[in-house]
């Protein structure tokens, strides 16, 4: 493991109905925990992860309230390049992506996010712990990056401006860019790719996991 209305974010043109390619992906973002149990795989209709070591109630994101509308505008800027449509109310059984914002990681040490580890396709949910993270701009980047972690299997990469770059105070602007990054380890070391490779390219690796309108 590493380190409400629905808003539509990218859509096609036209007034025919939308085709199946063409369905935006569904990202749920979760403020309020819940109960998750332990799976094989990832089932985020069903509340299973391949993450929770057993049953667990997660409590909600500790931050202020008055903080969540702004981390959720800061992801939807980020993301607005693709076609991924937001949402805050859980789609449930329509398949998803989530993030889990809860508190702390249940494993006792200070992460900040965990994600599925393996480098196969179709992971649904990823968790993002506000009880080690200081700042709303901190939250929105370790939220974002989990997510391309988790749905484009990318790795930690030494561009500062990037998202995947995990350096805490390198630029308080973070974007997915469209340039390679060598991939780098928590050290910010060159190493290789999770998935294979030396470098990667977050915005193109993202544009290939998500519907593109023709």
Same mark, same amino acid.
């Given at each position: 493991?590493?380190?409400?209305?629905l808003?539509?974010? %990218?859509?096609?043109?036209?007034?025919?109905? !939308?085709?199946?390619?063409?369905?935006?992906?569904?990202?749920?973002?979760?403020?309020?925990?819940?109960?998750?149990?332990?799976?094989?795989?990832?089932?985020?209709?069903?509340?299973?992860?391949? !993450?929770?070591?057993?049953?667990?109630?997660?409590?909600?994101?500790?931050?202020?309230?008055?903080?969540?509308?702004?981390?959720?505008?800061?992801?939807?800027?980020?993301?607005?390049?693709?076609?991924?449509?937001?949402?805050?109310?859980?789609?449930?059984?329509?398949?998803?992506?989530?993030?889990?914002?809860?508190?702390?990681?249940?494993?006792?040490?200070?992460?900040?996010?965990?994600?599925?580890?393996? &480098?196969?396709?179709?992971?649904?949910?990823?968790?993002?712990?506000?009880?080690?993270?200081?700042?709303?701009?901190?939250?929105c980047?370790?939220?974002?990056?989990?997510?391309? #972690?988790?749905?484009?299997?990318?790795?930690?990469?030494?561009?500062?401006?990037?998202?995947?770059?995990? #350096?805490?105070?390198?630029?308080?602007?973070?974007?997915?860019?469209?340039?390679?990054?060598?991939?780098?380890? %928590?050290?910010?070391?060159?190493?290789?790719?999770? &998935?294979?490779?030396?470098? #990667?390219?977050?915005?193109?690796s993202?544009r290939?996991?998500?519907?593109? &309108?023709?």
């Amino acid at each position: 493991m590493r380190l409400g209305a629905l808003v539509l974010l %990218a859509a096609c043109g036209g007034h025919d109905p !939308l085709p199946d390619a063409c369905a935006p992906a569904v990202l749920y973002l979760n403020p309020t925990g819940g109960m998750w149990d332990h799976g094989g795989r990832d089932d985020a209709s069903a509340n299973v992860s391949l !993450l929770v070591d057993m049953p667990r109630t997660l409590p909600p994101w500790p931050k202020p309230t008055a903080e969540w509308p702004e981390l959720v505008a800061c992801m939807r800027t980020a993301l607005g390049p693709f076609a991924i449509a937001i949402t805050e109310t859980d789609p449930s059984p329509a398949p998803h992506t989530e993030l889990v914002f809860t508190s702390s990681y249940w494993g006792g040490t200070a992460m900040t996010s965990i994600i599925p580890d393996s &480098c196969r396709p179709g992971h649904e949910v990823a968790f993002v712990f506000g009880t080690a993270i200081a700042t709303r701009a901190r939250a929105c980047h370790v939220a974002l990056r989990a997510y391309a #972690q988790m749905v484009a299997n990318l790795s930690l990469g030494d561009r500062c401006e990037d998202v995947l770059n995990d #350096q805490m105070d390198c630029t308080p602007d973070r974007f997915f860019t469209d340039i390679e990054a060598t991939c780098v380890d %928590a050290a910010n070391q060159p190493a290789p790719c999770r &998935c294979g490779g030396t470098t #990667q390219n977050s915005y193109q690796s993202l544009r290939a996991v998500t519907p593109v &309108c023709p």
